[in-house]
């Protein structure tokens, strides 16, 4: 088994150096996200694909175990971008610029630092996932309409007519 040189380990860390100027950025990109959260015009189904993050992270089942020191994070910070990246594709956007520009947050900035994070997962995986939110949606549909039929809960589109 070969050893890595010292250099050759620096120069692979350095690829991760789009990500610094990103965690400068952290804290006013989770109030951009905590305001958008709370806001009623983003659909429910972008909301809940930060709740299945949380739910994951919180999750003592991972994809890679959390006793395999280091890589046991890979899947924990996939799953975050993932979220975050669904939940912004999902936003309307002008929902997303009112916010932006309440909290001084350059639309060009944010832009690069997606596309710099997107660069971090495999195409395959993100094209795959972007299915995710209809699926959701698709659930959540379901649900309401077992729920309408059970009696538990009211028909929305009888509301909507009256």
Do not use: C, H
């Amino acid at each position: 088994m070969t050893r890595r040189s010292p250099l050759r380990l620096g120069i692979s860390a350095l690829g991760l150096w789009p990500f610094l100027p990103v965690a400068a950025r952290v804290p006013t990109y989770g109030r951009l996200i905590a305001e958008l959260v709370v806001d009623p015009r983003v659909p429910a189904s972008r909301k809940a694909m930060l709740g299945i993050a949380v739910a994951y992270l919180v999750s003592p089942i991972d994809v890679i175990p959390d006793f395999i020191p280091l890589i046991s994070r890979i899947d924990d910070v996939a799953i975050v971008l993932i979220a975050l990246d669904l939940f912004l594709e999902g936003v309307p956007r002008d929902v997303l610029l009112d916010r932006m520009y309440a909290l001084g947050i350059d639309g060009r900035e944010l832009e690069r630092d997606m596309e710099a994070v997107r660069r971090f997962l495999p195409a395959p995986v993100r094209a795959a996932v972007m299915r995710l939110p209809d699926l959701v949606e698709a659930g959540m549909m379901l649900v309401r309409d077992r729920l309408t039929e059970a009696g538990i809960m009211p028909d929305p589109r009888r509301n909507a007519s009256q």
